[in-house]
């Protein structure tokens, strides 16, 4: 059964959300009928039924193939639009948003053309969707450090728009040490930094994150349960984790629903968050993971407060322009 929303949300941030992976079927169709891109599925049911993943790499070939409908700028700006209706709905008043340059390039769309058309949209976010924003932008970890130094230097245009750097896509055999040059580069740019890291991949992989890559926040992370002295070096620290209960289950990184650590990384301390990282693929948005949780593994009201705190909290909200080297 699906879980009852609340009748009013709590105020949130979300800081793992990927915008392409809020691209609906719908808008999926849309878009392919204006650009002319034909999609291998009959209708948005057709679509829908082959959201049947059995682990991240069968989630994110279906995910790249879609993007080929997002040609356009205006193609980003509604994309962004869209989801921070929806987000708003749910609660969310801060969203820091990431993207896949490459996932793009590799297309023929340039840079510019994605940053102007997602800027566009968060541009008129606070004013249209009382939502503020941040932009972060991801590497993709299967594909050469060369590629992400060189979309690093492509995007030395837009950076006034860029708040950080990501790692994302493929995690197991790309370890974070493979990207230690271009996060160096970042960081002398003044772009904060988190990463993926412990979904499908290791505890090691998030100790090598905050050692390596020198990052801020980890995504996921939800493996570093199995290594306690990591666990209390992330407590002590603070250093936030970015979770996304429904993804996690979508893609086998839990069992269930039922099985998920989230309850004892609070009990352990941790600063965890919930997120809902591609919600059109992983079955909603950042309130109907919250709804979930909350309906599943019986959180108390106030350690749903606390997760929306954790959320602020680990947000680049108030403190990043200062750190700006520019
Ligand atoms: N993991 C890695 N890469 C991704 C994800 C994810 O959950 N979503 C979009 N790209
Ligand atoms: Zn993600």
Redesign the pocket.
Known sequence: PQPRPQSRPLPKAEL?L?IEGTLEPELAFALAARNGVELPYRDTEELRAAYRFSDLQSFLDLYYGLMAVLRTAEDFTELADAYLARAAAQGVRHAEI?FDPQAHTARGVPLGTVVEGLGAALDRSEERHGVSTRLIMCFLRDESAESALATLEAARPYLDRITGVGL?SAEVGHPPAKFREVYEAAAALGLRRVA?AGEEGPAAYVREALDVLGVERI??GLRSMEDPELVSRLVRDRVPLTL?PL?NVRLRAVDTLADHPLPSMLAAGLVVTVNS??PAYFGGYVGDNFDAVRATLGLSPDQLRLLARNSFEASFLDDDEPRRAR
């Open positions: 793992h990927h990431f994302d993926h995504d996921h996304c993804s990282d591609d």
